[in-house]
């Protein structure tokens, strides 16, 4: 009983020790503050970000065909849980019917 709170002790301060050497110092007094600012004709500051415009139609008809090329794969998907529930089901059948003959047996 004696190791085992000795041995969580021991792992606790270990673990605080680690904590407190991870903290970073405070910044002394004596020091100068360091204040960073952009350089005053900095050509990335000034120039907007662009982007090229495409038409409206153009990301209509990409959006359909991907949302077309959605519903098949979705369909797809269906028609395979559905194939796979239709199985479950037969064996559960073969199942209660294996049951039946085996209590009548």
């Known amino acids: 009983m004696r190791v085992s709170k000795f041995l969580s ?3 606790i301060t270990v673990f605080t020790a680690f904590g407190v050497l ?7 007094s004596s020091a100068a ?12 500051a000034a120039s907007p970000v662009t982007t090229p415009h495409t038409s409206p139609e153009l990301d209509f008809t990409v959006e359909i065909n991907l949302l077309q090329e959605l519903k098949t794969k ?5 028609k395979k849980q559905q194939a796979a529930l ?3 089901d037969q064996l559960q059948k073969d199942a209660d ?4 003959f085996t209590k009548r047996g």
Do not use: M, Y
């Not at 019917?97 to 039946?100: E, G, K, L, N, P």
């Open 9 to 11: 002790l021991g792992v």
């Open 97 to 100: 019917q294996i049951r039946i």
């Open 86 to 88: 239709e199985a479950l």
């Open 33 to 44: 503050p360091i204040i960073v600012s952009p350089a005053a004709g900095s050509a990335l």
């Open 74 to 78: 979705n369909e797809e998907t269906l």
């Open 22 to 28: 991870a903290q970073s110092p405070a910044p002394t």
